[in-house]
C-alpha cells in the first residue's frame, strides 16, 4: 500500500516537472493604474512547455481537480490541476525581476488536514512565514500575498512547507501563483500624507477567484504587499478586494477587516507634536452577504472612533472623521473590526475600509472648530 502510493507520488513529480507552463508577460493598464507588469505562473498539465519553469524538492504531488481527501472532494480553482507540498517539500523556480524593483507575490492555497500549517515564501535571502490555517471561504480556497524588494535581476522564488506531520498527505495545496510590481516606498499621491490611503496599490487579484487576497501579518520592517500599510496580527490577515467582485467605497480596490480586534491595519506617519490632524476614512460593507452592526474603531495618537455601520450586506459605505493632535514625531494611524462577523455559510467578513486620508487642520479651521 505504502509503497504504490509511493509509485503513484513520483509518477506525479514528473508530470509536474513537465506540466508547468512558461512564464506569461504581459502589461495591463487600466482607468486608474499606470502600466505594470504582472507574470502568471501557472500549472497546466496539457501545456507542455519547452522546458520545465519549477523545480521541486521533497514530496510534491500533482492533484487533479475532484481528488478525494478524507470524504472531502478538493476542486481546484482555477485549470484542473495543482500541487501539494508534503513535509519539508519545496517547489522554486527561477524569475527575472528589475534589481532595487518592489514586488507583490500571489499564490493559492488551500489546507488540507494539518493543524497550524504555514507556508514560506522566500526570494533569495527575504522570506515569510505566513500562517494558512484559518481558511476565510467556503471552497477551502484562500489566495495569500507577499512581498520582497529585488537585490538581484535574476532571484528564485520559493514556497516551502516546513510542516512536520505524520502523515505527509496532509501537505497545503498551491495552485495559481503570480508577481506584480509594486510601486516604490514613499510615492504618495494628492494631498494627504498618508501613502496608499485609497488602497488602489496592491498585491494582484486572479481574475477568475471571487474572494480577495489575504495580505497576512508580517514583521515591521519587511516590505508590504500593501504598499504604506502594515498588517499587525499573530496568525490573522485582512483582506484585499477589487471592484470587480465587491461593493468598495471608491475606487477599485478596499480592505476588508476579517479578523475582528485580532488584526490591526496600521500606517506610521511623520507628524508635528502638538498640530492637529484630521484623519477621515470610508466604512462600508463589501456587499458580499456579510450582514449585521459592523464596527471599525480608529486610533491615532490620543484619540480613537468607534465608527458603526449597519450592514445588509449589500454593499454600501460612509465617511467617518477623527481629529486628533499629534504628541510624537510620528503617529501611528491604527483600524481594526470591532467584532468577529460571519455570513451564512460560516466564512468570516467583516466591515471595509477605504479612502483613509490624513490632513494637517490648518490654523483657521482650527479656530473656526473652537469658535
Ligand atoms: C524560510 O526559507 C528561507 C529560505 O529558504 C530560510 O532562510 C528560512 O530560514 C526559512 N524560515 C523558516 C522559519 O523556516
Ligand atoms: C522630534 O524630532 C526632533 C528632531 O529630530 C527632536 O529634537 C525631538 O526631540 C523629537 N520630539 C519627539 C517628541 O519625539
Redesign the pocket.
Known amino acids: 500500500m505504502v509503497l504504490a502510493k509511493c509509485t503513484l507520488c513520483l509518477a506525479l513529480v514528473v508530470v509536474v516537472l513537465v506540466g508547468v507552463a512558461a512564464p506569461v508577460v504581459f502589461s495591463v493598464t487600466d482607468g486608474e493604474h499606470s502600466p505594470s507588469t504582472k507574470r502568471q505562473l501557472r500549472a497546466r498539465a496539457g501545456q507542455v512547455p519547452a522546458e520545465p519553469n519549477w523545480e521541486i524538492s521533497g514530496f510534491v504531488e500533482y492533484i487533479g481537480s475532484g481528488h478525494k481527501e478524507q470524504d472531502m472532494i478538493l476542486a481546484v480553482p482555477e485549470g484542473a490541476y495543482a500541487v501539494r507540498l508534503g513535509n519539508d517539500a519545496t517547489i522554486r523556480q527561477r524569475i527575472s525581476v528589475t534589481r532595487h524593483m518592489y514586488y507583490s507575490v500571489t499564490f493559492s492555497a488551500a489546507r488540507t488536514c494539518a493543524q497550524a500549517e504555514k507556508l514560506n515564501v522566500s526570494v533569495t535571502l527575504e522570506f515569510g512565514v505566513l500562517p494558512i490555517q484559518t481558511v476565510y471561504t467556503s471552497t477551502g480556497w484562500d489566495s495569500y500575498s507577499w512581498a520582497f524588494k529585488a537585490e538581484h535581476s535574476a532571484v528564485w522564488l520559493s514556497i516551502h512547507n516546513p510542516g512536520v506531520e505524520e502523515d505527509p498527505a496532509c501537505g497545503p495545496l498551491i495552485d495559481l501563483v503570480a508577481i506584480k510590481t509594486l510601486p516604490p516606498p514613499h510615492h504618495t499621491r494628492g494631498g494627504t500624507m498618508l501613502r496608499n490611503g485609497d488602497f488602489e496599490e496592491g498585491p494582484y487579484i486572479f481574475a477568475d477567484t471571487p474572494w480577495g487576497v489575504l495580505v497576512p501579518p508580517m514583521d515591521e520592517d519587511v516590505h508590504s504587499p500593501l504598499p504604506g500599510w502594515m498588517v499587525m496580527s499573530t496568525t490573522k490577515v485582512v483582506k484585499y478586494v477589487d471592484s470587480a467582485r465587491h461593493a468598495v467605497p471608491s475606487g477599485a480596490h478596499a480592505v476588508e477587516m476579517v479578523a475582528g480586534r485580532e488584526c490591526a491595519l496600521v500606517q506610521e506617519v511623520a507628524t508635528v ?1 502638538g498640530r492637529r490632524y484630521t484623519l477621515s476614512f470610508s466604512v462600508g460593507d463589501a456587499g458580499n452577504g456579510c450582514i449585521g452592526s459592523l464596527a471599525v474603531d480608529a486610533y491615532a495618537a490620543r484619540a480613537t472612533l468607534k465608527v458603526s455601520y449597519e450592514s445588509r450586506g449589500t454593499g454600501g459605505h460612509e465617511r467617518a472623521e477623527l481629529v486628533f493632535a499629534a ?4 503617529t501611528r494611524v491604527v483600524f481594526h473590526s470591532s467584532n468577529h462577523h460571519m455570513k451564512s455559510d460560516g466564512t468570516l467578513c467583516g466591515p471595509v475600509v477605504d479612502d483613509v486620508s490624513l490632513v494637517s487642520v490648518d490654523k483657521h479651521t482650527v479656530r473656526r472648530l473652537l469658535m
Open positions: 507634536p504628541v510624537a514625531n510620528r
